[in-house]
């Protein structure tokens, strides 16, 4: 699903309808939006056939299209338009899911086999290899999907793979080194110790429901076991947040060890923070009252709806509070605008003067920074016949495929949209 410009909406409406009738089955990587998004009008159009997920995946789908579904709605109630589809059809969507495990072949239809393996990206992530046979002949595809960094604060590294004849490569960061997770763990204590211990305001943290938000949570626990920050009071203001990371302590087998060894720790001794999961809308409005000593995780992440929008409006104007962006912010939405050091902008109508201090955390991006996208590419055993880079900005996705070209010697592009590729 596409965001962040006047275009997107169109975009949106016309992606599908002309692929419908070829498409025969659905391999989903992950449940991030700008991905599963568009599934329940892929649905809606008339699709009856599988969507294989992983089972993260399937259990976060289920609050995250009913969230998108929400947001459309309430947009076209505002535009007195269409949604692009309802929380019925997002529901409806549901039913062709079907759960597939890491490293479990699945043979979705005759002539086509794969097997999914960990991205180490969000909880449920994954990567698919893919195999296409015609009788006579095999080729081989390899998806990334979205890959996570190494290191990751609470997931596992990537699973390496070492062929493939078609490679279709993300490049969010293909132009870009993420900082060390120790600057950011310094930058995240220091604008939390200045706001709350020095100028007694907040600090409010757009941040994605899925995936991030847990990260901070990490974070946050972490720094304050090691006494580097003062003991904090968090709300978690996002009814979808709340039931991800239900679903990521469910799914906690998926998470690295030492993540499940700090949060065993937080929930048995009294080092943690004080965690506030926020509901009702009413519980979400008082927090406007609240002018000091508060961290405020809201969605969206991009700060494009939801209720980080009031606690912007809020705490913006105030030069005692902060806003710490902690994720990729998409050209044309309001995170950007602030990450672009706007002075004043526009939320629900009205000119917000931009008057608290906004911080940019660089090193806790769920996408592999250039350095760790050239690591995964390294442990091919030899050169794909061709790899196409997908899924950046369209000059930074050509300059990784220049990059990798340069570097690894392989042939590499960038293709247009619309564009095919005959095997």
Known sequence: ?????????????????????????????????????????????????????????????????????????????????????????????????????????????????????????????????????????????????????????????????????????????????????????????????ETIERRRGNVIVPAFAVGRTQDVLYLLIKLQQEGRVPPLTIYVDSPLATQATAVTLKHWRLLDSDAVALLESATKEATGPCIRFVEAPEESAALSRVRSGAVIIAASGMCEAGRVQYHLRDNLPRMESSVVIVGYQAPGTLGRRLVDGETSVRIFGDEIPVRARVHTLGGLSAHADQAALLRWLRGFSRAPQRTLVVHGEAAIAKGFAQLIENRLGWRAAAPAPGESVQL
């Open 1 to 193: 699903m596409f965001s962040g410009d006047s275009a997107a909406e169109e975009r949106n409406r016309l992606a599908i309808t002309p692929a419908l009738a070829a498409i025969d089955f659905v391999l989903l990587t992950h449940a991030h939006i700008d991905h599963s998004g568009l599934l329940p009008r892929l649905v809606h159009l008339g699709f009856n056939g599988a969507i294989y997920a992983t089972s993260a995946t399937v259990d976060l789908l289920g609050v995250m299209l009913a969230d998108s579904a929400h947001i459309h709605e309430h947009r076209s109630e505002r535009d007195s338009s269409q949604p692009l589809y309802t929380g019925t059809q997002a529901l409806s969507s549901l039913r062709q899911l079907r759960r597939v495990e890491y490293g479990q072949w699945l043979e979705p239809k005759h002539g086509v086999r794969c097997v999914f393996r960990d991205a180490g990206h969000i909880l449920g992530s994954a990567l698919i290899e893919l195999w296409i046979s015609d009788g006579s002949r095999e080729r081989k595809l390899v998806f990334s999907g979205d890959l996570g960094q190494y290191g990751n604060l609470l997931l596992r590294d990537p699973t390496p793979v070492s062929a493939a004849d078609l490679l279709v490569v993300e490049s969010t960061y293909g132009n870009r080194v993420h900082k060390p997770i120790e600057a950011t763990l310094a930058e995240l204590a220091a604008a939390t110790v």
